[in-house]
């Protein structure tokens, strides 16, 4: 008999590394799937993935795909949300989608399930999962705006590779060895080597010459925190690193918290493991943090500089936390509320 | 004959990888050299180096090492620099040190040529060289601050490996084949892999859970510029990069300035490339400005999150302009003045 919590799911953009780690996530949490679909480009048709030890067809998308099915979960990129998203709507199913199309439109709530799941009340079909490097810093955020409101952020982040995709892993590792045995190196994903290298560039640049990265975390912060007066802005860069984001954070707060406040207040809120003993060599690192689903934490020092600031150090896995769990998450909070 | 501004010169820790920069610069430059002895620990005694095509044995130093020597360019350690600098002063002649052991003493100055060479004018015999990272961060500094006063700065730090020297290069290399062959890898120069990873943690923790790197930008900073009003923060971080350091650097001014303002400000001061157009993918690289002598500074931007804000990404040849050039930069200045 089939149990009611049991839903049909599919996954849009199951091919590309976050549609892979969604599957991972779906089968690690136990997710109640009576049925999963794996939707992908032409280039995919064809391909097998695995599911709970089962093979899965991946198909391409059709008017009738989204029939029947309760949860739709996109991460194919935003011409393909702006498409087919509302198709999905129009079928009855609810589209949790982590590309950046629908993350600003008012009428769609941007969640993060740590830090506003009632935003998910309003939902009219379509929820937005945030950029990885904005999750990761909410999830941090949230309990310290809770308590001391936060004024203004600085933040500077060491993007990992894997935040670009499959394409951009292999080339890092491609450019590595090319190096090693003194070979030319080729560019296709990013516009300069990135073996052995950092660049200060994550996707297009705009009108006031940062980033659509650097304004995403403007700007998704804000309306996930529910509050337009917080000042934020933003550094972001690509390393060399295969996965794993981390961030250096610096605060200013309305009311004085210590260094030892902070912690406390880090270590009791969800999400979030505080990972801060510098004097024996712990803080969080990207290599350690990979495969995780927590936000770690260390590095936290008031700031001297001002009467009430606070630098942190925050690293999470971008393409759990920062991508694929979220996204699922989201949908477990959706099934509780039914 | 002899031409009366020739020098006798040497270079203590030479073949370290500062040192053998310091060679190599003094060559490049065509400094004035009358003469030229090499010094380094024992275990290096009886090695060979080259400058201007001949063979330099190395020695170890004794208490005579310093007699009829001009200038003496330390980049040994800060023990060594304690123990020997003085012997050095006592022989009559001028060090110039790449150690942290003088730098904050009240009666040596610490000198950037661009910056403050005005504080040579009353050295003591010992002339301290600053931290790289503080090194290229006040030469962009300085120009600003003279024309719009700069209040606080944030500032992380993305630093290569050949900043701790010809080890961790060397460390980098060995676990990026290690990985790469599915070896283990073995940390013998930092507590954690370096490779495919960032280390939140350059030199050691202080009491105040800040590093001494990190406190060395805050302390130098204000010496250098002659202003201990200025506030500063920083984050230092390691990066799988083997030579040059970048740094994020966010600015508050007490009088605004448009990213404009800034670019012309910086065009025109000395030491420093604008190499800032990011709708052509412009921007300063560590891979970029390996080899070079100026200060690259790039990605220029008004901080929306404060009135009179400015953000900048820049980027320098850490054993160069970091090390090596600058003390010979001293140097050249001494002799100058004589």
């Not at 194919?76 to 949300?81: N, P, Q, T, V, Y």
């Not at 199309?101 to 939902?123: C, S, T």
């Not at 003194?182 to 200060?200: D, G, M, S, W």
């Not at 999470?316 to 949908?331: C, E, S």
Request: proline share 5%.
């Amino acid at each position: 008999m089939l149990k009611e919590k049991e839903k049909y799911v599919v996954v849009v953009g199951a091919t590309g590394a976050v549609g892979n780690e969604m599957i991972t996530t779906l089968e690690e949490r136990d997710f109640p799937v009576k049925s999963l679909r794996l939707f992908a480009s032409e280039r995919s048709e064809g391909k097998i993935l695995k599911f709970r030890n089962r093979d899965i067809p991946v198909e391409t998308l059709q008017e009738n795909s989204f029939e029947g099915i309760d949860i739709a979960l996109f991460s194919a990129g935003a011409d393909r949300s702006k498409i087919w998203a509302p198709v999905a709507v129009r079928s009855g199913c609810v589209v949790i989608d982590n590309s950046s199309q629908w993350r600003m439109d008012p009428g769609v709530p941007l969640v993060v399930p740590e830090v506003n799941p009632n935003d998910l009340e309003w939902h009219k079909g379509i929820i937005a999962n945030p950029n990885c490097s904005t999750i990761q810093m909410v999830v941090v955020l949230k309990p310290i705006h809770d308590v001391a409101k936060i004024k203004r952020v600085v933040v500077t982040t060491f993007q990992s590779v894997s935040g670009t995709g499959q394409k951009a892993m292999d080339e890092l590792l491609q450019q590595t060895k090319d190096l090693l045995n003194f070979r030319e190196v080729t560019c296709n994903v990013y516009p300069y080597q990135i073996a052995f290298n950092v660049l200060p560039h994550i996707d297009k640049f705009l009108e006031n010459d940062y980033t659509k990265e650097e304004m995403k975390m403007v700007n998704e912060t804000r309306k996930i925190l529910g509050d337009d007066s917080i000042r934020i802005t933003a550094t972001t860069v690509r390393v060399p690193v295969f996965k794993g984001h981390s961030e250096s954070v610096n605060i200013e707060t309305e009311k004085k918290l210590t260094a030892n406040e902070v912690r406390a207040i880090l270590s009791n809120a969800p999400g979030i493991v505080v990972f801060d003993a510098p004097h024996k060599n712990i803080y969080p690192l990207p290599i350690n943090v990979a495969g995780k689903d927590e936000t770690y934490v260390g590095r936290i020092r008031e700031d001297e500089s001002i009467e009430k600031g606070i630098n942190l150090w925050i690293v999470a896995d971008n393409l759990r936390k920062g991508a694929a769990l979220n996204a699922v998450q989201i949908a477990e909070k959706l099934i509780e509320k039914v």
